[in-house]
T-cell receptor
Framework: EAGVTQSPTHLIKTRGQQATLRCSPISGHTSVYWYQQALGLGLQFLLWYDEGEERNRGNFPPRFSGRQFPNYSSELNVNALELEDSALYLC?????????????FGPGTRLLVL | DAKTTQPTSMDCAEGRAANLPCNHSTISGNEYVYWYRQIHSQGPQYIIHGLKNNETNEMASLIITEDRKSSTLILPHATLRDTAVYYCIVRAQGSQGNLIFGKGTKLSVKP
């Protein structure tokens, strides 16, 4: 079974530009989560999508947005990039089995804002 | 979800068992204990989860005390590739939504 995939693996942008990150969940998983991990810091929750709808978002400004497509893949968009947006962006997918939800993570996209 | 407490760091000799403790004294009856690990600059990797019985899979064993207030993740024969930050997370059955990662335990496996 293929795991969660993310693209690109690395992305370099300049301040003010927009970045688009993509995530393909494990087959059969309907939920996608996005997390940000800045260098040396913990994982911070960004966004949660389930069945095409945004279910929850973390404490991030509106320039962080995304969507989930009918095939459950997801896109994270970051507008008006700032230097502090440089981080590892992680996507996780899940499905509920017997009332228990386990999230599986992708390898991440490392975004560098210059 | 209940709060967890883990040691900041631990060392283990290669080939020996690594025993990583986690305290979750406020755990509720329907809350599971999950373990993830994050090898440097990679995505977190799911290891194992359990409710009250001990669990074992190809990666590790999870021992949960009878009162469920603490647990231990056991890597039976640690290798250098097991060097990572290990996170213990408590999560209610039926719960969805984001995982809350603490600081975890930095395990260093030494030759």
């Amino acid at each position: 079974e293929a795991g969660v995939t993310q693209s690109p693996t690395h992305l370099i942008k300049t301040r003010g530009q927009q970045a688009t990150l993509r995530c393909s969940p494990i087959s059969g998983h309907t939920s996608v989560y996005w997390y940000q991990q800045a260098l040396g810091l913990g994982l911070q929750f960004l966004l949660w999508y389930d069945e095409g709808e945004e279910r929850n978002r973390g404490n991030f400004p509106p320039r962080f947005s995304g969507r989930q497509f009918p095939n459950y893949s997801s896109e994270l968009n970051v507008n008006a990039l700032e230097l502090e947006d440089s981080a590892l962006y992680l996507c996780a997918s899940s499905r509920r089995t017997g009332g228990v939800e386990t999230q599986y993570f992708g390898p991440g996209t490392r975004l560098l804002v210059l | 979800d209940a709060k967890t407490t883990q040691p900041t760091s631990m060392d283990c000799a290669e080939g020996r068992a690594a025993n990583l403790p986690c305290n979750h004294s406020t755990i509720s009856g329907n809350e599971y204990v999950y373990w993830y690990r994050q090898i440097h600059s990679q995505g977190p990797q799911y290891i194992i989860h359990g409710l009250k019985n001990n669990e074992t899979n190809e990666m590790a064993s999870l021992i949960i005390t009878e009162d469920r207030k603490s647990s231990t993740l056991i890597l039976p024969h640690a290798t250098l590739r097991d060097t990572a930050v290990y996170y213990c997370i408590v999560r209610a059955q039926g719960s969805q939504g984001n995982l809350i990662f603490g600081k975890g335990t930095k395990l260093s496996v030494k030759p």
